[in-house]
């Protein structure tokens, strides 16, 4: 009995995978500018393999380069995107350390006045602590699980492609 999990066109995957893409991002810069959930260092850099996942797609919609490679690209995208969320998921229960230096644009302070005003505004998140979650599944948690599942899709797929 043979389990055929990929039973899906090539250019819907693609689209499919792009609309998710431009989607997890609305969704995370709507928390991040409306509902006021800043972001820590490790959800920023979770948000990169969406940019490139949409990068991608448009390449793909476009046809510029040979689509297997494209989706080859996708499936190591997805790959990268479990890596970082689920590093930050490992951060967030403890398992590792991540310690990340705040900087700022400002190098020295005339008064204390400057400086108190400076740390008033100053958003301090830290990669450590969940401040968002559903269903008690953090943001970063739950990005692992989607991408883990989405590589293994686009592997499975390519391994489909390939052997043609």
């Known amino acids: 009995m043979s389990l055929n999990l990929i039973n899906v066109d090539q250019k819907k995957l693609v689209i499919s995978i792009g609309l998710y893409s431009f989607f997890g991002l609305f969704f995370a810069y709507y928390f991040q500018y409306i509902e006021n959930y800043p972001p820590c260092k490790l959800c920023l850099y979770q948000r990169i393999p969406y940019f490139v996942s949409i990068i991608i797609t448009l390449l793909y919609a476009l046809n510029v380069f040979d689509k297997r490679i494209l989706i080859s690209l996708l499936g ?23 310690s990340s230096g705040c900087t700022s644009n400002i190098d020295n302070f005339e008064n204390i006045d400057q400086l108190r005003n400076f740390l008033e505004k100053t958003e301090i998140v830290k990669c450590d602590e969940v401040i968002l979650s ?7 948690a739950g990005n692992m699980l989607i991408s883990l599942l989405l590589s293994i899709i686009l592997i499975i797929f390519i391994k489909k492609e390939f052997s043609k």
């Open 76 to 98: 190591l995208d997805f790959l990268a995107s479990f890596l970082i969320s689920g590093f930050h998921f490992g951060v967030e229960q403890k398992f590792w350390e991540y």
């Open 134 to 140: 559903f269903f008690g599944i953090s943001m970063a």
